[in-house]
């Protein structure tokens, strides 16, 4: 595996003649819950080997109103990534809640340079998931919603040509407009931002859409703009068991800090691996 692509090294017109997304796998990241990785709660009730109806109750939405959620795992001494990638840091019950956190959301958010170093492909839930979501009036599936600055996504991915559900990107007013044209075609482009795509406006304008539940997978830069942007209402952090040293970055920067006390909701524990859950304090 490699490092994940520096975005801010993305040339301009890159998408015009590199194929950005061509490069990676395909992988379709169809939800399909690992049942066989046992997690427990350790707090506040403690609960033996959830099943996924419980985490499902356990990590619901606290309503019907707008609400963001941040997802990540790190390993102990703060490392985002392994090789370039989150993947290497996980195991099976990072993977299920992963994969279940999913399920209850209107709007799964991620970051484009994430979408570009994991692989992203189509988003979409499986039957069981679609399932549990028809029966409480929600759509079958989530919207997948890419933020970038730079529209540096090829249209021709399976993020868009497979979709269940016309992606959203969340872009900003200066944009290339070439790239804002071929993405239009298959995706809905919305400006959030002049330069910056602006976490309020971004969480405004998905409620707007009907999206007021967002559930975000990343990843570090986006993470840290809307820390910065006081638009974080919640934090699934996996503590994966394992120091990695090295100079992989941690789950959140940005060019400004932001110090926002968050208060302890839940702890869940799958051997020596740890999955928090805080929230706005
Ligand atoms: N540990 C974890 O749980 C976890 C989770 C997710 C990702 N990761 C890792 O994080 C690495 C990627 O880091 P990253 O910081 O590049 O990820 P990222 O935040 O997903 O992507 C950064 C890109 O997203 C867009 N973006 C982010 N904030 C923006 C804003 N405020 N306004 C406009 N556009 C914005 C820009 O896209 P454009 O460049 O297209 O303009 C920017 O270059 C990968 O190695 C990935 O594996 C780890």
Not at 143 to 149: D, I, Q, Y
């Amino acid at each position: 595996m490699s490092e994940a692509p520096a975005p801010d090294a993305v040339a301009p017109d890159a998408a015009d003649s590199t194929d950005v997304l061509a490069d990676v796998t395909a992988a379709d990241v169809t939800a399909s819950a690992d049942a066989s990785a046992r997690i427990d709660r350790l707090w506040p009730e403690p609960a033996a080997d959830l099943d996924d109806e419980a985490l499902l109750e356990a990590y619901a939405f606290p309503g019907e109103g707008p609400w963001l959620r941040m997802n990540f795992i790190a390993s102990l001494d703060g490392a985002a990534t392994r090789q370039g990638r989150s993947g290497g840091l996980g195991d099976a019950a990072d993977r299920r809640v992963f994969e279940l956190l999913r399920w209850g959301a209107d709007a799964v958010l991620v970051g484009a340079g994430t979408v570009r170093a994991e692989g992203y492909g189509a988003m979409r839930l499986d039957n069981a998931a679609v399932a549990w979501r028809v029966t409480r009036g929600l759509p079958a599936q989530p919207v997948f919603v890419l933020v970038t600055r730079t529209l540096n996504l090829d249209p021709a991915s399976s993020v868009f040509t497979d979709a269940p559900v016309r992606p959203i990107v969340c872009t900003v007013a200066t944009a290339p407009a070439s790239r804002r044209a071929a993405l239009a075609v298959v995706a809905d482009v919305v400006d959030v931002g002049e330069t910056e795509a602006d976490p309020q406006r971004l969480r405004d304008e998905l409620a707007a859409w009907g999206l007021p539940r967002i559930h975000a997978e990343g990843g570090p830069s986006l993470f840290g703009a809307f820390v910065a942007g006081g638009a974080v209402d919640e934090l699934c952090l996996t503590l994966s068991p394992t120091l990695e040293a090295g100079d992989a970055r941690r789950i959140a920067h940005s060019p400004l800090a932001a110090p926002t006390g968050m208060a302890l909701a839940s702890v869940l524990r799958s051997g020596d691996e740890l999955l928090l859950r805080y929230r706005r304090a």
